[in-house]
């Protein structure tokens, strides 16, 4: 008679890490961002056709979907460039990100850190001052 094999429960009451009993896989999938923005415009048609239609429930619907996938496509961008550029973007600025939750601070914090002569509330970067 074959060994049965070996089996794991886990409950929610157990101090288990998954780290603990499965391989370390690191993967980089590219490319999320421009899926949820096509998404994302997809919603917005779908919301302008029910809003002709005067269909309420169905603008909503698709309103609030296009608002999460821009969201979503905002976050995915973030994240490929600073996993693309980890080395530009340094260690540092990536823990400060990690523990940022607030979305446009993080991008501030990333522009800051990238491209430090730039006024982020302005429409074109500051001159750099030349000594004269």
């Known amino acids: ?3 049965k094999p070996e089996r794991f ?11 603990e009993w499965t391989p370390a896989i690191e993967v980089m999938i590219r490319g999320f961002d421009r ?8 919603a917005a048609e779908r919301a302008a056709d029910a809003a002709r239609r ?9 309103a609030a979907a296009a608002i999460l ?4 496509a905002c976050e995915a961008r973030l994240s490929e ?10 260690e540092r600025t990536i823990k400060a990100l990690r523990q940022q939750p607030d979305a446009l601070k993080q991008w501030r914090l990333l ?8 006024a982020l509330d302005a429409s074109s970067p500051t001159p750099i001052a030349t000594p004269g």
Request: no cysteine.
């Open 1 to 3: 008679m074959p060994d």
């Open 9 to 19: 429960d886990v409950r929610d009451s157990d101090d288990l890490h998954a780290m």
């Open 35 to 42: 899926v949820f923005v096509a998404e994302a415009k997809r």
């Open 54 to 62: 005067s269909d309420v429930p169905e603008v909503a619907g698709a």
């Open 69 to 72: 996938l821009s969201a979503a």
């Open 81 to 90: 460039h600073v996993t693309e550029h980890s080395k530009t973007v340094g």
């Open 111 to 118: 522009l800051a850190r990238l491209a430090p002569a730039h």
